[in-house]
């Protein structure tokens, strides 16, 4: 019943790859072009950090200085879906990932994805 579910999280070594996404299959097509989508991540033993986030139209991506030119978020609004691709990974971006879905009168959180990146 959670209203948005994670998956794609793993274990990659440095310099590989991962997808995760973010869907909303409860959420009405109508309300969820709405939401700001925004992925979080929260290192072992840190705080929960902004990595990227998209708007609510094409253009408005965000990202961490840490992860630009490596990360990509984008969505598909028929789907409901937001992937953050991850590339070029490096052990510090080893954490749990969170994706948020927030409006002017809602907000969401997703259960959260270990991504581990090690040798």
């Known amino acids: 019943q959670e209203q948005l579910v994670e998956s794609g999280g793993g274990l990659v070594q440095p310099g590989g790859s991962l997808r995760l996404s973010c869907r909303a299959p409860r959420f009405i097509l109508s309300t969820y072009v709405q939401y700001t989508i925004t992925w979080y991540r929260q290192p072992p033993g840190k705080e929960r950090e902004l990595v990227a986030g998209i708007g609510s139209s094409r253009g408005s991506e965000n990202y961490a200085d840490s992860v630009k030119g490596r990360f990509t978020i984008s969505r598909d609004n028929s789907r409901k879906t937001v992937w953050l691709q991850m590339s070029n990974l490096k052990p510090e971006d080893t954490g749990i990932y969170y994706c948020?879905?927030?409006?002017?009168?809602?907000?969401?959180w997703g259960q959260g994805s270990q991504v581990t990146v090690q040798v």
């Open positions: 948020n879905a927030k409006s002017d009168v809602n907000e969401y």
